[in-house]
């Protein structure tokens, strides 16, 4: 069995690694945080999490390998672990919270019944983000980090955690299920089916 050695960094190399390779994809990091989460407050909490894990086990990283494709392997493995830890829990409400807007003078008393309307007003029209945020989070994360982020398959079958072959068959499906929701999209864009 081969052994891994790992490299001891002083604190100083620590620094210099995590301002020189980790930073300059905090932004890389947060749209996919986002990307993943659907949620601004969400989406910076992992960010956080990513890159105090980060810290953390920096002697974990190797100089001169994908610092990029590294970070996104810590983000990707604890959203699926916040994910599952949140999946068992029952849901919360802070009724004292809902109760002191409604009593306050704030309150518009024509208030729509459906409160999501206008949550998803500032939204309409961007049905591209609308579907690929519908996508199962599997295919949205193949998505992303081949489309958006540019990613190799070898290095999302190492940020994944799964083969190669796989890698290649969810992002096909994937991008036919994203085409099939943008189908009537692309009918009313003017564009026609090959």
């Not at 690694?17 to 407050?41: K, V």
């Not at 807007?101 to 998803?120: C, F, G, K, M």
């Not at 049905?127 to 398959?153: H, M, P, Q, W």
């Amino acid at each position: 069995m081969e052994e891994v050695i790992r490299e001891q960094y002083s604190e100083r190399e620590k620094q210099s690694i995590f301002n020189q390779e980790f930073m300059p994809h905090i932004n890389s990091m947060y749209n996919f945080a986002y990307r993943l989460t659907l949620d601004s407050d969400d989406a910076k909490d992992l960010l956080q999490d990513t890159y105090l894990k980060a810290f953390r086990f920096i002697d974990s990283f190797q100089k001169g390998t994908n610092a990029k494709a590294w970070l996104f392997r810590i983000l990707k493995n604890s959203f699926i672990n916040d994910y599952r830890k949140k999946s068992k829990e029952p849901s919360k409400v802070d009724y004292q919270e809902v109760e002191s807007y409604y009593n306050s003078e704030d309150v518009d008393r024509q208030i729509t019944p459906d409160l999501r309307v206008e949550a998803l007003q500032d939204m309409i029209g961007d049905e591209i983000s609308v579907a690929l945020n519908s996508l199962d989070v599997d295919f949205r994360t193949v998505i992303i980090l081949c489309d958006l982020e540019g990613f190799k398959y070898e290095e999302m079958a190492k940020i994944l955690d799964i083969p190669i072959g796989t890698v290649r068959s969810r992002l096909h499906r994937a991008r036919n299920l994203l085409k099939e929701k943008l189908s009537e999209y692309a009918k009313k864009m003017g564009y026609k089916n090959a």
